[in-house]
């Protein structure tokens, strides 16, 4: 059974940092490219930041480059996103992705709240 479990989100004011992780079991996680996206109320689901399967290459949306990275651990089938400088427009519920050719996993997503 395929799951994806996101943790790590909350409420933090502005300039203030949070690290997700989505843990992974039933797939092969390490052949499996791994992406971030984010909702926010009212908005299309847009893509945060993804990296490939073995970690070497890494992208991110204009609007979070230079304040979030992504990372993974194969060995704990783990993909992290650590947030800093937090701004209120990051407010958002946050699902990780896992996809390879065409199959893709997703999370039930976590709550990411920035308010003073």
């Known amino acids: 059974q395929v799951q994806l479990v996101e943790s790590g989100g909350g409420l933090v004011q502005p300039g203030g940092s949070l690290r997700l992780s989505c843990a992974a079991s039933?797939?092969?996680?390490?052949?499996?490219?791994m992406r971030w996206y984010r909702q926010a109320p009212g908005k299309e689901r847009e893509l945060v930041a993804g990296?490939?399967?073995?970690?070497?290459?890494?992208n991110y949306a204009d609007s979070v480059k230079g304040r979030f990275t992504i990372s993974r651990d194969n060995a704990k089938n783990t993909v992290y996103l650590q947030m800093n400088s937090l701004k209120p427009e990051d407010t958002a519920l946050y699902y990780c992705?896992?996809?390879?050719?065409?199959?893709?996993?997703w999370g039930q997503g976590t709550q990411v709240t920035v308010s003073s």
């Open positions: 992705n896992a996809i390879r050719v065409s199959q893709h996993y």
């Open positions: 039933g797939f092969t996680f390490s052949r499996y490219a």
């Open positions: 990296i490939t399967s073995a970690g070497g290459s890494t």
